[in-house]
């Protein structure tokens, strides 16, 4: 594993030998990114208006889920119990897809950002051959 390593090193060093100076830096730029930087990357994008509105409806679901949970719990009647707990369930539904979607453009965006290495890559050994 550890020789494995040593080889992916030595081949980015390789390529960023062959590129000029402008591509070395647009090759630095895709480079692994932590959890902060991907979800920052998600407001960089054509769609961050799409993000920003579910984000939105994200928090506005979150505080409704939280008032279901706080009159589920403060109700006597069985069918209040079964109307709130409904209600709860729509919001944590509403919540987990629309995680699932951020969580989709996080892998997307890494997916693209993979497919520019090897883009550049195969552009800088066509250079050279």
């Known amino acids: ?6 080889n992916v090193k030595d081949i980015d060093q390789l390529i960023k030998e062959s590129l000029t100076e402008e591509e ?13 930087e991907m979800v920052g990357g998600l407001f ?3 769609n961050r208006w799409v993000l920003i509105a579910m984000n939105t409806v994200h928090v506005i679901a979150f505080v409704f ?11 006597d009647s069985t069918n209040e119990l079964i109307q709130w707990f ?9 919540l987990v897809m629309i995680k699932l979607f951020t969580w989709m453009q996080m892998d997307k ?6 497919i520019k290495r090897l883009e550049l ?4 050994i066509a250079t050279k051959v």
């Open 1 to 6: 594993m550890k020789n494995d390593m040593n």
């Open 44 to 46: 960089k994008t054509t």
């Open 86 to 94: 409904a209600a709860g369930f729509v919001c944590m539904t509403f």
């Open 24 to 36: 070395a830096k647009f090759y630095d730029e895709l480079d692994e990114q932590n959890l902060f």
């Open 121 to 124: 890559q195969i552009s800088s």
């Open 65 to 75: 889920f939280i008032y279901c949970c706080i009159q589920f719990f403060n109700t």
């Open 109 to 114: 965006n890494a997916l693209l950002r993979e």
